[in-house]
């Protein structure tokens, strides 16, 4: 059974750009979360999608946004990139809301 | 969802058991406590949760008190793979969905 799969792995991205990151859930898994990760903030929540629907949403400005479609996989998306945006950013996704979440192994993305 | 206290490191030398503790006084009757480690630069992984019994699998146990106001997660034979940083999480399942609040974690250092 196939995990999470996030792609790319990697990207550099210049600031002011913008930047979309995907993510497929294991097959079956109808919701999808995304994370970020710094050194300095920790892993923090960034949104929730299920079947389609934005659900919960972490305190990130409106930069950052997200959708989900109807096979649940999901994109991420971050306009006007800032230096602080360098992060790894991470998907998990579960069958529902209960249980254990699976992540991903994240895309590493550096803005210069 | 509660708020977690685990020390900030630990060590653990191989073969032996791993006993990561975590303070959750503030824990509500409808909490889960769950526990993840996340290996240098990859995506966090699900080890184990529980609500108020004692739970086992493949990985490790949990022992939560009676109180529920801590708990233990126990690694019976420590490998050097093991290495990593563990987070305890407690959160409401119905109403997070699955917005989980990590802290700093322990950095569990296995020795050979």
């Known amino acids: 059974k196939a995990g999470v799969t996030q792609t790319p792995r990697y990207l550099i991205k210049t600031r002011g750009q913008q930047v979309t990151l995907s993510c497929s859930p294991i097959s079956g898994h109808r919701s999808v979360s995304w994370y970020q990760q710094t050194p300095g903030q920790g892993l923090q929540f960034l949104f929730e999608y299920f079947s389609e629907t934005q659900r919960n949403k972490g305190n990130f400005p409106g930069r950052f946004s997200g959708r989900q479609f109807s096979n649940s996989r999901s994109e991420m998306n971050v306009s006007t990139l800032e230096l602080g945006d360098s992060a790894l950013y991470l998907c998990?996704?579960?069958?529902?809301?209960?249980?254990?979440?699976?992540f991903g192994s994240g895309t590493r993305l550096t803005v210069v | 969802d509660a708020k977690t206290t685990q020390p900030p490191s630990m060590d653990c030398a191989e073969g032996r058991a791993a006993n990561l503790p975590c303070n959750h006084s503030?824990?509500?009757?409808?909490?889960?406590v769950y526990w993840y480690r996340q290996i240098h630069s990859q995506g966090p992984q699900y080890i184990i949760h529980g609500l108020k019994n004692n739970e086992t699998n493949e990985m490790a146990s949990l022992i939560i008190t009676e109180d529920r106001k801590s708990s233990t997660l126990i690694l019976p034979h420590a490998t050097l793979r093991d290495t990593a940083v563990y987070y305890c999480?407690?959160?409401?399942?119905?109403?997070?969905?699955?917005?989980?609040?990590f802290g700093e974690g322990t950095q569990l250092t296995v020795n050979p």
């Open positions: 999480i407690v959160r409401v399942e119905e109403t997070s969905g699955s917005r989980l609040t």
């Open positions: 998990a996704s579960s069958f529902g809301v209960t249980g254990g979440y699976t």
């Open positions: 503030t824990i509500s009757g409808n909490e889960y």
